[in-house]
Nanobody, 118 residues
Framework: QVQLVESGGGLVQAGGSLRLSCAAS????????MGWYRQAPGKQRELVAT???????NYADSVKGRFTISRDNAKNTVFLQMNNLKPEDTAVYYC????????????WGQGTRVTVSS
């Protein structure tokens, strides 16, 4: 069983910044990729950013240059630094982690809400 606990969401004005954190705990030997997805009201869940265990990153075009994903492997934690936020970034943000314990599984967090006011 793997648990992902997110924090750092909230309300911010356009142009502001937020930093999301997600800590993984439970039973696993290692974590491969970690990432962030988001789901805006009435829209499908979409990829925001991913990071491998070797720190290779991938971003959605809509957040490139504004968001930065990073991780602390010793603490099994992934971060998402979000700068120059826009109203269209408003969504529930979900953390994911690909954990390995005999099998490879993808765990999801419960989500943290980000609201950007104009």
């Amino acid at each position: 069983q793997v648990q992902l606990v997110e924090s750092g969401g909230g309300l911010v004005q356009a142009g502001g910044s937020l930093r999301l954190s997600c800590a993984a705990s439970g039973t696993f030997d290692r974590i491969n990729a970690m990432g962030w997805y988001r789901q805006a009201p009435g829209k499908q869940r979409e990829l925001v950013a991913t990071i491998t265990s070797g720190a290779s990153t991938n971003y959605a075009d809509s957040v490139k240059g504004r968001f930065t994903i990073s991780r602390d492997n010793a603490k099994n934690t992934v971060f998402l630094q979000m700068n120059n936020l826009k109203p269209e970034d408003t969504a529930v943000y979900y953390c994911t982690a690909e954990t390995v314990y005999w099998l490879t599984r993808t765990a999801w967090g419960q989500g943290t809400r980000v609201t950007v006011s104009s």
